[in-house]
């Protein structure tokens, strides 16, 4: 039987900025109230042993309405903080912005066609619900998470090289409803980092593909310069600086033993609920090319990979 995996995200930082508006759209020929858009949060904390200040996306949404016809709790939480709540951005320092706290906050993978006709997966933190940090204040951007192995790949430079500290990506498949009802199946396809020499030594000894287990980590949704050299047809080449948005999953532990029967997610199912989310992408952009140019993976045999199918 199809079970929600555990997905929860915890954030405790200072409102950087609010994005947030009333709105309204059509279903069953009726109009529908709402509320949402995007917060940042910041929040310094250590990833691998470095001190990182990040600023993390929070996607947020809600109905005006229950179905009960009373006011949606989470609408008055993200009104709260559109009216209430005070960013950076608009007092001008971190010391008069607001300390706010998220401890029901969930991954989604956003997925679209891209103009290239492939499938594009974006990662996302949504949270309905945001509260100001009293009492003891501790920032973090933290996760846990429940999800069956897909692959286990050492990553390698553009020229194909491993780099250097080694580290590995782990693709993972997390079961879950879809926002918009939770009676339809949705299978995000998500990646992890294992960074630290403990953790990677750990994945790569106890996980195998198709096989579930749980994890935590830290969220680093960051972003950082590089300088480039870019060829020109002749002469010397142009030095130019680059903007590189890092959005990474970082495995800071996790369970050595895979998920008991009772518990772990049945592979038929993850398939037909990765399947079932990308034919729902493709069916709205209504579009053929992109089931075209969209590759299958060759099928793996080995310890680490998965075939699903596609």
């Given at each position: 039987?199809?079970?929600?995996?555990?997905?929860?995200?915890?954030?405790?930082?200072?409102?950087?900025?609010?994005?947030?508006?009333?709105?309204?759209?059509?279903?069953?020929?009726?109009?529908?109230?709402?509320?949402?858009?995007?917060?940042?949060?910041?929040?310094?904390?250590?990833?691998?042993?470095?001190?990182?200040?990040?600023?993390?996306?929070?996607?947020?949404?809600?109905?005006?309405?229950?179905?009960?016809?009373?006011?949606?709790?989470?609408?008055?939480?993200?009104?709260?903080?559109?009216?209430?709540?005070?960013?950076?951005?608009?007092?001008?320092?971190?010391?008069?912005?607001?300390?706010?706290?998220?401890?029901?906050?969930?991954?989604?993978?956003?997925?679209?066609?891209?103009?290239?006709?492939?499938?594009?997966?974006?990662?996302?933190?949504?949270?309905?619900?945001?509260?100001?940090?009293?009492?003891?204040?501790?920032?973090?951007?933290?996760?846990?998470?429940?999800?069956?192995?897909?692959?286990?790949?050492?990553?390698?430079?553009?020229?194909?090289?491993?780099?250097?500290?080694?580290?590995?990506?782990?693709?993972?498949?997390?079961?879950?409803?879809?926002?918009?009802?939770?009676?339809?199946?949705?299978?995000?396809?998500?990646?992890?980092?294992?960074?630290?020499?403990?953790?990677?030594?750990?994945?790569?000894?106890?996980?195998?593909?198709?096989?579930c287990f749980k994890a935590g980590g830290r969220l680093n949704f960051s972003s950082k310069t590089e300088e480039?050299?870019?060829?020109?047809?002749?002469?010397?080449?142009?030095?130019?600086?680059?903007?590189?948005?890092?959005?990474?999953?970082?495995?800071?532990?996790?369970?050595?033993?895979?998920?008991?029967?009772?518990?772990?997610?049945?592979?038929?199912?993850?398939?037909?609920?990765?399947?079932?989310?990308?034919?729902?992408?493709?069916?709205?952009?209504?579009?053929?090319?992109?089931?075209?140019?969209?590759?299958?993976?060759?099928?793996?045999?080995?310890?680490?990979?998965?075939?699903?199918?596609?």
């Amino acid at each position: 039987m199809f079970r929600q995996a555990e997905n929860r995200v915890k954030i405790e930082g200072i409102l950087a900025e609010t994005d947030l508006k009333y709105g309204s759209y059509m279903k069953n020929g009726e109009s529908v109230e709402s509320i949402g858009g995007m917060i940042k949060v910041l929040v310094d904390q250590s990833i691998n042993g470095e001190e990182v200040s990040l600023e993390i996306p929070v996607h947020m949404f809600s109905n005006k309405y229950t179905k009960s016809g009373g006011i949606n709790p989470s609408y008055e939480s993200i009104e709260k903080v559109m009216k209430e709540f005070v960013s950076i951005a608009a007092a001008g320092s971190k010391a008069q912005a607001s300390k706010v706290r998220i401890t029901s906050g969930n991954i989604r993978v956003n997925e679209f066609v891209g103009q290239n006709g492939q499938i594009v997966s974006q990662p996302r933190i949504h949270a309905s619900f945001v509260a100001h940090a009293v009492g003891d204040f501790h920032p973090e951007a933290t996760f846990s998470l429940e999800f069956m192995v897909g692959s286990i790949d050492r990553v390698v430079d553009a020229d194909g090289v491993e780099v250097d500290p080694p580290r590995a990506e782990v693709k993972v498949f997390v079961p879950q409803y879809t926002p918009e009802s939770a009676d339809v199946m949705n299978v995000d396809t998500l990646k992890l980092q294992a960074i630290s020499p403990q953790v990677l030594d750990a994945v790569e000894s106890y996980w195998s593909a198709g096989e579930c287990f749980k994890a935590g980590g830290r969220l680093n949704f960051s972003s950082k310069t590089e300088e480039v050299l870019e060829e020109v047809g002749f002469g010397e080449p142009q030095r130019k600086v680059r903007t590189i948005n890092v959005s990474e999953f970082v495995i800071t532990g996790g369970s050595q033993v895979p998920l008991d029967s009772d518990f772990a997610f049945d592979v038929e199912e993850v398939k037909a609920g990765v399947i079932a989310k990308r034919e729902r992408v493709l069916a709205a952009k209504n579009t053929k090319a992109a089931q075209k140019k969209t590759p299958a993976p060759a099928a793996q045999s080995t310890k680490n990979k998965m075939d699903l199918g596609f």
